[in-house]
């Protein structure tokens, strides 16, 4: 079972960039623990609706009950946002005030530990977001060939040693859970890591391969526009440069051919105090998009 409670990030930020206000229509591309789902839904009442969206299944369970509060004011559905406006149509969210993503892998997912995500935690590997999708990190590790793996590791997690885990990994498979790819990494590794520990940019390359996070982010970013009212909002959370830097280019590109509006150019980080106190909030950076008519 999870043990930590997803703490949302840059929470207030993103109500004021989404500028959530009563009777306002919203869609939270990630659900995930349901924390910034609950923060708009606080400031959308009377008559506000929320439709919420998660690939995985666990996270709209648990919203169910979660959210389960605000009755009708709420709507929320399993699905990839690569779907985003089938899903938004589905659901009869056509014209939005404001469309958010947070994006990544939440701590209920890292703290379940048969979900394979933590090197921290002894499981099979997985690290699906959708546990019905293919592949799973282990079909990568054990089937891919080693410049297959070096690539994601290189290109995903800007991992120095890439070919160097890569080669162990095809000398020593199959490797089945975690904790043996953990200390293999490790074990390529020694000390030379610093802090962090080692297998965490293996770790991180291997979940943004499995779930193919950045072509999923393109696809969802390209469906944005049709879906907002003019004045909406596009908000973005993004965790690593690769997304920040598809999240900026997709945001210039709108302002160039007037879709979109940059309220601000520079990317919006969290205070210090916030950084200190939820440390995952770190790497994070926020960018706004206001939709022109
Ligand atoms: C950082 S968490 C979101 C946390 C949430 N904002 C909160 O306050 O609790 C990211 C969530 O996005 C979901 N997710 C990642 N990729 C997705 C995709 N392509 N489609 C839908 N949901 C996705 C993950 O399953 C995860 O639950």
Avoid at 168 to 193: E, M
Avoid at 259 to 276: G, M, Q
Avoid at 279 to 286: H, T, V
Wanted: aromatic share 6%.
């Amino acid at each position: 079972m999870p043990s930590t409670a997803h703490v949302p990030v840059m929470v207030t930020e993103a109500m004021e960039a989404l500028k959530a206000r009563p009777g306002g229509q919203y869609v939270d591309c990630t659900l995930g623990a349901g924390g910034h789902a609950r923060a708009i839904l606080e400031r959308i009442q009377p008559d506000g609706r929320l439709l919420g969206i998660d690939v995985d299944a666990a996270a709209v369970e648990m919203a169910q009950h979660t959210l389960a509060a605000y009755g009708g004011a709420v709507v929320l559905a399993q699905g990839n946002f690569s779907e985003l406006g089938c899903i938004c149509e589905r659901h009869g969210f056509r014209s939005n005030d404001g469309i958010l993503f947070d994006l990544g892998v939440s701590s209920m997912q890292l703290d379940t530990a048969e979900r394979g995500f933590s090197f921290q935690r002894e499981a099979p590997l997985d690290m699906r977001f959708d546990t019905t999708s293919e592949p799973n990190a282990a079909d990568i590790v054990n089937t891919y060939s080693e410049q297959e793996i070096a690539h994601i590791l290189w290109e995903y997690g800007e991992e120095r040693y890439s070919r160097h885990i890569a080669h162990r990994i095809v000398q020593q498979r199959p490797i089945l859970s975690t904790s043996r790819l953990a200390h293999l990494v490790q074990q390529v590794l020694g000390s030379r890591r610093g802090r962090i520990h080692p297998a965490t940019r293996t770790f991180m390359a291997l979940r943004i391969a499995v779930n193919r996070e950045l072509e999923s982010l393109k696809l969802a970013l390209d469906q944005t526009a049709s879906l907002l009212r003019a004045g909406g909002r596009l908000v973005v959370i993004s965790y690593h440069s690769l997304e920040d830097r598809i999240v900026k280019q997709f945001m210039r590109a709108g302002a160039a051919n007037h879709a979109f509006l940059l309220t601000t150019r520079k990317v919006i980080r969290p205070t210090s105090l916030e950084c200190s106190s939820n440390p995952r909030s770190r790497s994070a950076r926020l960018r706004i998009a206001e939709r022109l008519a």
